[in-house]
């Protein structure tokens, strides 16, 4: 079993950053290898990939929507992954989700097994 806890949301103006932080417990990365993904889910809208990143951390994979503005990076040996947002859009208010696979290959779809509850993020124009 994984756990999962987002934080980092908030309110930011249009143009603005934010980093958001998944800790993740349970399972040790440093002796797991666990796929990590960010998703959200705006209001009215189906749930959307962003991006996901490998066990290892060197093969990432992002959705055209957030291409050259999001960066995901993961920390093992802190069992943390982040999601650095910038140039940041109305259209990328939502509900941000860490998810997370035990498997060693890139998991660019929806097949996660563990799932955070989620931080609000919300851009004003």
């Known amino acids: 079993q994984v756990q999962l806890v987002e934080s980092g949301g908030g309110l930011v103006q249009a143009g603005g950053s934010l980093r958001l932080s998944c800790a993740a417990s349970?399972?040790?990365?440093?002796?797991?290898?666990?796929?990590m993904a960010w998703f959200r889910q705006a209001p009215g809208k189906e749930r959307e990939f962003v991006v996901a990143i490998n066990w290892s951390g060197a093969e990432t994979y992002y959705a055209d929507s957030v291409k050259g503005r999001f960066t995901i990076s993961r920390d093992n040996g802190k069992n943390a992954v982040y999601l650095q947002m910038s140039n940041l859009k109305p259209e990328d208010t939502a509900v941000y989700y860490c998810a997370a696979r035990m498997t060693t290959i890139l998991v660019t779809g929806y097949e996660y097994d563990y799932w955070g509850l989620g931080t609000q993020v919300t851009v004003s124009s």
């Open positions: 349970g399972r040790s990365f440093s002796r797991y290898a666990i796929a």
